[in-house]
């Protein structure tokens, strides 16, 4: 921060902070919080109070934990509890024990110069933040990512970014998912500046570009899905994308071909497209390739539906290992430390080879194209991405299955116009009113877990499929009852950003 003090760290609709600023307010609040204040739990929003904090507790030598304000509370309650934070920053999260740790407002207490003595000292295993996956239990599990694993990826990152001091990178994804960090760290490590605008998230393809155009974003990191809609937007309506573009990274779920395509034709060669895969268990990316630009590799045929678009190859800090099941290993400094207080499921994911290293098996089937690069066939299990967040279905069965209503359950994950989703269907208790129960369990649920949790499609069936042993066979019953629509009028969500 101190190499660039007086250039712009973050811009928020249009008002600048600089680096000597953010400096200032990063120390004040580690300060405030002392030193290894533990997981600290920050309401998350796009503000630069969020970044703030995030820098802070990692200053402090805290865990950042950040905490969606739109979560019902008893989500929220049981997030803290299981990683037992008793701190929080700001006043946007109330929990009984707490204690709540005020951000600096402005700059003007702190132009004496923070006390930096009170920043914490870490050491490479210590948590630097805790993010929740979802868990066949009902109940989300708490990843682990250790310090170490943060400084390998954010030196890959910028380098495979291209990143310099005259970028300014739009800050898109939830600051509940880690694809924040890919955007934040990379920049204010690198003296860029991070751009946030409420007009990123108004739903409107017009106002997103022209906040690019009007901002001079040069790099954009969008979950796949919200790319492929601009493409559409882009396409259809005979637009560019800005000239201030030069690099748009995407992930999360596999990329339309032919999106990419569309892509293609548009006036696009100058911007470098870059494809990405990783996990929140190995910290944010591990394997990237240029699908399109001026690093892309040259293609002989235009992309085709139904080919499968590469997620590239390992970034330098990262280690990889195909099983004989063709299951992706990956290994090295950036594997999170496990599940917080769940030894069996950290034991049923990472593994420790007799040199000492460290695996996560993925659960993703990966194939390797003759120049190397990784192309993903598909999960070992019944996990699926809603939005580009990785679900587990037996969380959802699990929530549905507390309802009274509820005899049995299957959720799965489908595509519904277009867009991936997941569909449960549910056979009533003889006493439940199956022609009510679906709008009953739509809002049980929104009582219960974040919006990437609901189903868009709840069906009631009379019976579920059921495998030779017995136990439910989720994608026999969606293909027996898919066909079948909920009396309730389910809409898809609207599309997150990350």
């Not at 170490?148 to 495979?160: G, K």
């Not at 259809?236 to 748009?248: H, K, S, T, Y």
């Amino acid at each position: 921060m101190r190499r660039y003090p007086e250039r712009p760290a973050i811009v928020h609709h249009g008002d600048a902070l600089t680096y000597r600023q953010l400096d200032e307010l990063v120390h004040t609040l580690a300060h405030r919080l002392g030193t290894a204040p533990g997981v600290v739990a920050v309401p998350a929003t796009h503000t630069p109070d969020t970044v703030v904090a995030l820098l802070g507790i990692l200053a402090a030598g805290g865990a950042y934990c950040p905490v969606d304000p739109a979560f019902p509370p008893q989500r929220r309650q049981d997030m803290l509890a299981s990683v037992g934070c008793r701190t929080a920053v700001g006043g946007g999260i109330a929990q009984p024990g707490l204690r709540v740790v005020e951000l600096p407002g402005t700059t003007t207490e702190t132009r004496a110069g923070p006390d930096r003595t009170a920043t914490g000292r870490t050491e490479p295993d210590q948590p630097a933040y805790l993010l929740f996956t979802s868990g066949s239990t009902g109940q989300p599990k708490p990843v682990v990512t250790p310090r170490r694993a943060i400084s390998a990826t954010v030196d890959s990152l910028r380098t495979l970014f291209g990143l310099t001091a005259e970028d300014r990178v739009l800050q898109f994804a939830s600051l509940n998912w880690d694809t924040c960090f890919e955007e934040i760290l990379p920049t204010l490590t690198g003296g860029a500046a991070l751009v946030l605008d409420r007009d990123a998230h108004s739903g409107s393809f017009p106002r997103f570009l022209r906040l690019v155009e009007r901002e001079r974003v040069s790099v954009l990191d969008l979950p796949t899905a919200f790319w492929h809609e601009l493409v559409l937007h882009l396409a259809e309506d005979g637009l560019a994308l800005p000239d201030c573009v030069r690099l748009l990274v995407i992930g999360g779920e596999a990329a339309n071909p032919a999106r990419l395509a569309d892509w293609a034709a548009l006036d696009t060669g100058r911007v470098r497209l870059l494809n990405t895969y990783g996990s929140t268990e190995t910290t944010l990316i591990t394997h990237a390739v240029d699908l399109h630009g001026p690093l892309a590799a040259t293609r002989d045929r235009p992309w085709a539906a139904g080919e499968r678009v590469p997620i590239g190859h390992a970034l330098p800090h990262v280690y990889e290992r195909i099983s004989e099941q063709g299951e992706l290993l990956i290994g090295g400094p950036a594997v999170a430390l496990g599940y917080l207080g769940l030894p069996e499921a950290t034991a049923d994911r990472f593994t420790e080879d007799a040199e000492g290293v460290r695996w996560y098996r993925t659960g993703d089937r990966v194939g390797r194209a003759p120049d190397g690069v990784l192309t993903h066939q598909g999960r070992l299990d019944g996990e699926f991405k809603v939005r580009g967040i990785r679900v587990d279905p037996a969380e959802v069965e699990a929530h549905l299955a507390g309802h009274p209503g509820v005899h049995a359950v299957a959720v799965t994950g489908t595509t519904l116009a277009g867009r991936s989703a997941l569909v449960a269907y549910v056979v009533p208790r003889a006493a439940a009113v199956a022609g009510t129960l679906g709008a009953e369990l739509r809002m049980y649920l929104r009582d219960r877990v974040p919006g990437h949790l609901v189903p868009s499609r709840i069906t009631v069936v009379p019976e579920l499929v059921l495998t030779a042993s017995g136990k439910v066979d989720r994608a026999g019953s969606h293909r027996r009852h898919s066909a079948r629509r909920a009396g309730e009028g389910a809409q898809l969500p609207e599309p997150a950003h990350h």
